[in-house]
């Protein structure tokens, strides 16, 4: 067993809190019984896991590290107290990963009948793009075309945020000026948000396919976003606030897409 | 110019970041512009100001000190020294408050026609419920009725996430057992929600007025606060997710009422 916290693994695992460091190895770092299930359940390529067997009294949590092993990936036995050194939380449940990055292709993405996509300009709350990312699967959408600066999904606080959601979504990483040309090219409806929007978005007709573009949590959508939707919608608010929190408001307009989609299921 | 940190008012600020401080006293902390803006507009009861004249650069930010001076509250001219060791955030705009908590009292509620309640019973985490109370002001709700151990919205946390809704919802804190009774005593309609239940809660006919009832981020509605309910309604799901974030639902769930309201009167 494990105990020196200078072993190359365990440093790996507590450099992988910066982002840097997760940009340029491509790797990502995830803690907790549910999680380390989900990305397996979901078939996600771990490089190794790291077990405290004092840690990890659940049985599930056993067989998953077993079942690992018998695939040939590495599983790292450490102590409880190793293992404390480079928890994401207090009181560990005993199990975590080193997995590879998942990320889909732009130019190869081409949203059918039925889809359903969020693109996010500079989000920066990693709680924020993880609860999008809850939301998105729940709403059957298909993922989050992530533009420019924002903040990264395989933070341990956005993986956290999407309950799994990290693993079934997929995520596209581009430039604006990129999706722009995609858009075009792909001839996609895209919707944006704005409160000096005319157009109320419960009243609005869908269009299937549609991306639906959400901006950052101070600015929202800057104007050469705006200028690229095919239409801006406004989420009314009769408060004395002028914005919802941004995984609220995405989760007030997907769940509107939801329910006209299903209401047309139903009238055909 | 106060620079020393051992000024019982510093202490004060400082003491107030927990829960029981703030309980004890009656009083609570915030800080920044926007936030001390509201609660003075609001007409929240302001004990004293702590200004960083080094800090305050805005110009609005003066004029209200200055206005509340002239209203009698105390200012309290710190360094910025001084202010950064008790800032509840970095970079902080060198403007503070300490104010008197407002309470509604539950036994005065009488929900009249076109209102919407929301009760907590547990919630956590204070982001959550300060994003809740920003919702709530947003769908034009009355207020939020925290039941039993729920998370304080005086929580520097929850006070941010609310973006000023704190001052503009009623905040009335009980017990389960007490909530109950009032239900019952003035009969309300009680919402609750759950993904066992077969009620879409999109299709389901919203009666006005109404309390929309919301379990902890861990658990839902225990077996309880669902007996106590008048319908429980079911937020469809369709990916690998079981749940949604608990502000999220909370959202859904409004804005969908909102809607109907919004529909109905347009009918009218």
């Not at 907790?32 to 659940?58: C, H, N």
């Not at 709350?125 to 999904?153: E, F, K, M, Y």
């Not at 705006?226 to 989420?235: E, K, Q, W």
Request: neutral net charge.
């Amino acid at each position: 067993m494990l105990t020196s916290p200078a072993n190359p693994k365990i440093k790996q695992i507590r450099k992988l809190r910066d982002r840097k460091t997760r940009s340029e190895t491509g790797l990502f770092y995830m803690e907790g019984l549910r999680i380390v299930g989900e990305a397996f359940e979901q078939g996600i390529q771990m490089e190794y896991l790291v077990v405290a067997p004092d840690l990890l009294v659940s049985s599930y949590g056993q067989e998953l590290a077993n079942l690992q092993q018998t695939q040939g990936v590495p599983v790292l036995e450490v102590s409880a107290d190793t293992f404390n050194s480079f928890a994401l939380k207090d009181g560990p449940q005993g199990i975590g990963a080193v997995a590879r990055q998942r990320w889909a292709s732009l130019p190869k993405t081409r949203p059918a009948h039925g889809q359903l996509w969020i693109a996010l300009d500079s989000v920066a709350d990693p709680g924020n793009l993880g609860t999008i990312l809850r939301t998105s699967d729940a709403v059957g959408a298909q993922g989050v075309i992530l533009l420019d600066q924002c903040t990264d999904p395989y933070d341990p606080s956005a993986a956290r945020a999407s309950m799994g959601a990290l693993f079934s979504q997929k995520l596209i990483k581009t430039s604006f000026a990129e999706f722009s040309a995609w858009k075009k090219q792909v001839a996609l409806p895209l919707l944006g948000t704005s409160g000096g929007s005319d157009q109320d978005y419960h009243t609005f007709v869908y269009p299937d396919p549609c991306i639906v573009l959400m901006g950052s949590e101070r600015q929202g959508l800057l104007p050469q976003h705006l200028a690229l939707c095919d239409a801006v919608l406004r989420i009314p608010m009769t408060g004395r606030s002028d914005s919802l929190n941004l995984a609220v408001a995405t989760a007030v307009v997907l769940y509107e897409i939801y329910n006209h989609r299903r209401d047309k299921e139903k009238r055909l």
